[in-house]
């Protein structure tokens, strides 16, 4: 699963590259710049790639949570 979260990743960067909509006046429900439209798709399947990442390539030793209280210790206090 690590490598396909690398291949969204690139696949990402390069789609995110867009200059097929940058003169393009079509709207999209009469309201919407289809680049506009376009850039939110893409920011909705990054935010899925990140989700993925977090799953299954996130190292198991960062996964663990410590309590309030001793993250806390030692340091300054508000």
Request: contains cysteine; charged residues 10%.
């Amino acid at each position: 699963m690590n490598k396909v979260v690398w291949g969204l990743v690139v696949l990402l960067i390069i789609i995110h590259q867009d200059v097929w909509f940058w003169d393009d006046p079509t709207l999209l429900f009469g309201f919407l710049p289809i680049g506009l439209a376009y850039h939110a798709g893409i920011s909705i399947a990054a935010a899925f790639t990140w989700f993925l990442a977090t799953i299954y390539c996130w190292p198991e030793e960062l996964a663990e949570v410590q309590p309030v209280e001793q993250a806390n210790e030692g340091g300054p206090t508000t």
